[in-house]
């Protein structure tokens, strides 16, 4: 399994994070999704098929781009 965290500006309340996990969570082989709004950031665990290019994707067409 893949561990990633991302910094993503944009979040700013719990909802955010809501928002992220619900989106990232229906790609296929995302494992958990958890979201930080004070430090700005989402954890995301995923194995195949997903990629790290796929969630990139997934975010920024959510308007939650990870730097």
């Known amino acids: 399994m893949t561990e990633k965290t991302f910094q993503i500006p944009n979040i700013t309340c719990g909802h955010c994070v809501r ?13 958990q999704v958890t ?6 950031t989402v954890a995301v665990a995923w194995d195949h098929p ?3 290019d796929a969630i990139r994707k997934a975010l920024k067409e959510i308007n939650y781009p990870a730097e």
Request: net charge negative.
């Open 35 to 40: 979201g930080d709004p004070a430090k700005k």
């Open 50 to 52: 997903a990629t790290e």
């Open 19 to 31: 928002n992220i996990q619900n989106e990232l969570t229906e790609i296929a082989g995302v494992k």
